[in-house]
């Protein structure tokens, strides 16, 4: 997603795109941190942050070496795989501290120099059938791959609708019923504005790819599953569901408007009745509201100023994991779910919490 401060990003990272997927799962050791780098505080709000953190719980920096960290999620197997969206790869964290390009490029393949700053991939999740579906964000699509292994089918599974290209997935979740939801806000078009001369669609949207899991490996997107959930967002970015799905969570990146929302989800699996959960517009911290995930007692964490903000389900800010970097998303890992790993700009970070988390 597109920072509220300048960062530092050159336009020949469009560059790095090639015409075709490749894997690049031995490319050598990156910027792997010692697991005991120890960064960041926590800071006490509530007294229910206590059933979440233990007091002497710390931030661990894992990895550096990137230019825009996103869209974290554990493997099964054992290992993270996250986005570098600048330069345009995924990674691969082992909990041996190795750190390699799993993919290069994973969002735009033209073979023109991208224009933008943020050509790569965006979020991503694991149906339940363990493959990895991704929020293509230059590419302008949601994508599934078949495999882990290389040379691994890529499916389409989203890329228009009502004949107009999307303007760039930036996160999805899938609901148990195996349909997939998803933000679309403009930050991987060139300009990331919603005057870009390529974007399409007239409004930033969630959705909602019905039946997604059972869609045909190789088949081309089918339009007529693709439905529009949100229109009236300015920019939907992160998104998750609570536990028992009876809500929506929508974090919405806007600098003037830094909040998130909570929408009913009816049995039929739209959603209504939208309400501010929580509003941090008048906060000055660096960042703002990004990737959202919720533990099983349905505590939500998400990006916000300043780094990690945690909720309860009753929209109480418990508190906030400080960081060095500005924060974008989270996800849960390790056997027992219970490692919070962080992106956060340049850098790999995690904390160990008490409660498990929700993951796929």
Known sequence: MKSFISLKRSAAIGALALAAIGFALAAGRLGA??????????????????????????????????????????????????????????????????????????????????????????????????????????????????????????????????????????????????????????????????????????FNGVFRLRDAVRHPAGAPPDPQKLDLLIRDLTRPNGIAFSPDEKYLYIAVSDPQHKVWMRYDVKRDGTVVNGQVFFDATSDTAEGGPDGIKVDRKGNLYGAGPGGVWIFSPAGRHLGTIKLPERMANCNWGDADAKSLYITASTSLYRVRVKVPGVRP
Not at 111 to 124: L, Q, V
Not at 125 to 131: A, E, I, P, S, Y
Not at 156 to 168: I, K, Q
Request: proline fraction near 10%; glycine fraction near 10%.
């Open 33 to 202: 941190s010692p697991p005991d780098a120890e960064v960041g505080e926590i800071v006490k709000l509530d007294p229910g942050l206590d059933a979440i953190l233990s007091p002497n719980a710390r931030v661990e920096k894992l990895a550096d070496d990137c230019k825009w960290t996103e869209g974290p999620v554990w493997i099964h197997q054992g290992y993270l795989l996250f986005a570098d969206i600048p330069n345009n790869r995924i990674l691969k964290w082992t909990p041996a501290g190795s750190l390699t390009v799993f993919m290069q490029p994973s969002g735009y393949t033209g073979r023109e120099p991208f224009k933008g700053p943020e050509p790569g991939s965006n979020g991503m999740t694991l149906d339940r059938l363990g493959r990895l579906t991704v929020a293509g964000h230059a590419r302008r699509n949601v994508w599934r791959l078949e495999s882990l292994a290389p040379g691994a089918r890529l499916t389409v599974l989203a890329d228009r609708y009502h004949g107009r290209r999307l303007n760039s997935p930036n996160d999805l979740v899938y609901k148990s019923d195996g349909s997939l939801y998803f933000t679309d806000p403009p930050y991987g078009l060139e300009t990331q504005g919603d005057d870009d001369p390529k974007k399409e669609l007239p």
